[in-house]
C-alpha cells in the first residue's frame, strides 16, 4: 500500500485527504492519504519521519509551507522562486524533495476555466502578496505576463514581491487606472472569504472580455465573481486552483496524473455548502 497524506495545524479543515481519497478508489489504486496533525515546532521530526513510516510523501498546508524549506534536501525551482513548497516527495534513498505545484494549479485553472485568456496582450493586477500571492506572480510571469502590478494593504510586501518577479508595486488608489487596462484581476488576499472582512474593488473599469480570478473558494461564489458575472465577464473561481495544485503530488506517488472530473468538483462543492 502506497502512503500519502498533508501535514498542518490545524489540518481538520484541510478537503485534501477527501480529494487524494476519490482519485484512490476512481484509479483503484491500493494507497491511503492521510491528515497529519503537526505542531510547528515538530515540523523537523514529522518530516524525517516520513522515509522511516514508508510514506510516498505529503502535501504541506498552513502554516508549514515555507517553514519546511530548511529541512528539505531539495527544492524545485518554482519552490525555491516562491519560498515555499506544498508537495514533498520521498526520495528512494530517503532524501526529500520539496515541490511547489501552486503556480501549476493556479495557471492549469485559469486556462482551463478562461480558454481565450491571452496572457500577453494585457497587463494582470493581482490583490495581495501573501504566499497564494507569489506563487500566482510567478505563474503569471512564466506564462508570459508582461505587465503584473501588485496591489497590497502592506506596500513593503507589494514591493518585495513585485522585485522578485519583475512586476509593479502600487496601492488601492491606483486600482481604478490599472483595471482599465488589466485583462486579469485575481484576488488572492483573504478577503471576500467566509469570517474575514468584505472586498470592496469596483469591477467597472475593467475591460469587456476581461477575466476575474478569485481563489478564495469558501464560499465558492464570491461577490467578486458575481460582481464579474453580472458585468458579462469571466469570472473563475478558486475551488479549480485547490483541485489542480493537487495532481501534480499524486502522480508522484501514485503514479498516475489524475483529471479534475465533474463528479469530484461536485463532491468537493457539496462539501464545501455544507
Ligand atoms: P497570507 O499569506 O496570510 O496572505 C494574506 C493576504 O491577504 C495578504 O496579502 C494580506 O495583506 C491580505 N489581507 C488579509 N487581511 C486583509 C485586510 N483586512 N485588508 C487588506 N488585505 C488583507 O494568505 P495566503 O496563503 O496567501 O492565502 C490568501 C487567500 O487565498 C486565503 O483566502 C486562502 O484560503 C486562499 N488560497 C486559496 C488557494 C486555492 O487553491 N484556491 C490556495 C492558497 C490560498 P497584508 O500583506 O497587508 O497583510
Not at 27 to 34: L, Q, S
Amino acid at each position: 500500500m502506497i502512503l500519502a497524506g498533508v501535514m498542518g495545524w490545524p489540518i481538520a479543515h484541510s478537503r485534501s485527504p477527501r480529494l487524494h481519497g476519490w482519485w484512490l478508489r476512481h484509479h483503484g489504486i491500493d494507497g491511503a492519504y492521510v491528515p497529519l496533525a503537526v505542531r510547528p515546532e515538530m515540523l523537523e521530526q514529522a518530516l524525517r519521519a516520513l522515509p522511516v513510516l514508508g510514506f510516498a510523501g505529503c502535501n504541506l498546508t498552513i502554516p508549514h509551507k515555507e517553514l519546511a524549506l530548511p529541512f528539505l534536501d531539495h527544492l524545485d525551482d518554482d519552490a525555491r522562486r516562491i519560498g515555499a513548497a506544498n508537495t514533498i516527495i520521498v526520495r528512494p534513498d530517503g532524501r526529500l524533495e520539496g515541490r511547489n505545484t501552486d503556480a501549476f494549479g493556479f495557471i492549469a485553472h485559469l486556462r482551463a476555466s478562461a480558454p481565450a485568456w491571452q496572457p500577453a496582450r494585457r497587463s494582470a493586477v493581482v490583490l495581495g502578496a501573501g504566499g497564494a500571492a507569489r506563487a500566482i506572480v510567478c505563474a503569471l510571469a512564466d506564462a508570459g505576463v508582461r505587465e503584473i502590478h501588485i496591489v497590497n494593504r502592506r506596500r513593503d510586501r507589494a514591493v518585495a514581491l513585485a522585485t522578485a518577479f519583475g512586476a509593479a508595486a502600487a496601492g488601492w488608489e491606483d486600482l481604478p487606472r490599472l483595471l482599465a487596462g488589466a485583462g486579469l484581476l485575481v484576488n488572492a488576499t483573504s478577503l471576500g472569504m467566509s469570517g474575514q472582512p468584505p472586498l470592496h474593488v469596483d469591477l467597472s473599469p475593467l475591460p469587456a472580455g476581461a477575466v476575474v480570478d478569485d481563489i478564495v473558494y469558501v464560499p465558492l461564489e464570491t461577490p467578486l465573481l458575481a460582481q464579474a458575472r453580472a458585468r458579462g465577464l469571466t469570472a473563475v473561481g478558486g475551488l479549480g486552483m485547490l483541485l489542480h495544485q493537487a495532481r501534480p503530488g499524486f502522480e508522484a506517488w501514485f503514479g498516475i496524473l489524475p483529471a479534475v472530473e465533474p463528479d469530484l468538483v461536485a463532491l468537493l462543492e457539496a462539501d464545501i455548502r455544507g
